[in-house]
């Protein structure tokens, strides 16, 4: 099927005339990135808090065991990160595992994950490393509990106020907290700006596109089965909707968000803008063949709508032919990359092994 086919009757928007007037050039399309920005925070996912004051980073003891990592060819550490703003202060934990011999162009992830344990099911430490690669991990949980409350990690100092339709989400919550782990790697001496990755899986890869689009630091952005409210074009989408995503987590998003529930027309854009803002920058997207809750077409689909804006910076987007392709696809020889995989919803080794490769290969 053709790409023209599938977005038949979609009626999304264009992001070359998001408010109007047809952009035709890159300067064009950096002087309405701060309207898409508002649009997206007041619309979607609330304003990500504000830098602090200052941050400080503190080293926290590990075990033998751990101390005894990949047997001597990475360093594995944890690291308390307390972030100030003015008296006040919010903390959460991270780790890292860096290579015992760093290459000069050492890409350096940050992974949001959904546990802290080294290495994890969605994080294969070892091979990491192995592959010429610093990780740094923050556990999710421990910026912030998965639910609706507020009052726990640093929602409660960040979102005090929920009732206002602007506030943000528990995933803008946890975009700050990458930024901060970003804040204290540009302070190492393995910082290499060319070289910073964000990587999640499903919520926390909405929550990689949301840092990549709203911090420029973020030179690689690894959305890993993120489907709705990330990487899936959402009119006529199959699986999840807005209603379901706001029904069953609706504290992921502003408040004002609910309101399109069931309402997809009525949205001012469509999840492409969300991309466009990393443009021309990598964005990484991985699909998988069976899960069809997040949609691996609607995902390729708002990937390639976002050519047009690699285009204006001379860049050349995703190189793709005009179909949806079959599985297994890999499609990494533009600046942006899509794959799909075969099996279901997961972030599998051969996903980071992909993204790796692809990567290094752009360094
Ligand atoms: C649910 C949710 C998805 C999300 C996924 C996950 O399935 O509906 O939007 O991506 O959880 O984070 O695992």
Request: glycine share 6%.
């Amino acid at each position: 099927m053709k790409i023209s086919e599938a977005l038949e009757e979609r009626n999304v928007p264009d992001v070359l005339s998001p408010f109007g007037k047809r952009i035709t050039t890159k300067e064009e399309f950096e002087s309405v990135k701060p309207a898409i920005k508002k649009l997206l925070a007041e619309e979607e996912y609330g304003y990500i808090p504000p830098k602090p004051d200052r941050i400080d980073v503190e080293d926290l003891p590990i075990d033998y065991h751990e101390e005894r990592f990949a047997g001597g060819a990475a360093k594995l550490s944890k690291h308390k990160l307390t972030a100030y703003f003015g008296d006040e202060s919010a903390s959460f934990v991270f780790s890292s595992a860096i290579p015992a011999v760093c290459g000069e162009k050492m890409p350096i992830f940050i992974n949001i994950n959904f546990g802290d344990e080294i290495p994890h099911k969605y994080q294969p430490t070892e091979e990491i490393t192995d592959n010429g690669c610093a990780v740094f991990t923050i556990y999710y949980e421990d910026v912030s509990s998965d639910n609706g409350d507020f009052e726990n990690g640093c929602a409660k100092l960040l979102c005090k106020d929920r009732s206002h339709p602007h506030a943000p989400g528990k995933i803008a919550i946890w975009a700050w907290s990458i930024m901060r782990v970003i804040d204290y790697i540009e302070t190492l001496d393995i910082y290499n700006p060319d070289a910073i990755a964000v990587i999640g899986h499903s919520r926390l890869g909405k929550t990689t596109l949301l840092t990549a689009a709203y911090d420029e630091r973020v030179k690689f952005a690894c959305a890993n089965n993120s489907g709705c409210s990330g990487d899936a074009i959402t009119r006529g989408k199959d699986g999840e909707r807005i209603a379901d995503i706001t029904k069953n987590f609706p504290f992921w998003f502003c408040p004002n968000y609910l309101k399109y529930a069931g309402r997809e027309d009525e949205l001012p854009f469509d999840q492409h803008y969300l991309l466009a803002l990393i443009a021309p920058r990598h964005i990484l997207v991985g699909t998988a063949e069976q899960d069809t809750w997040a949609d691996p077409d609607s995902e390729y689909l708002a990937l390639a709508l976002t050519d047009e804006v690699y285009k204006l910076y001379g860049s050349t987007g995703l190189i793709h032919t005009d179909g949806i392709p079959g599985c297994p696809v890999r499609l990494a020889e533009g600046d942006a990359y899509y794959h799909k995989r075969e099996g279901v919803h997961y972030l599998a080794r051969k996903d980071w092994l992909s993204y790796i490769e692809y990567i290094k290969s752009k360094l």
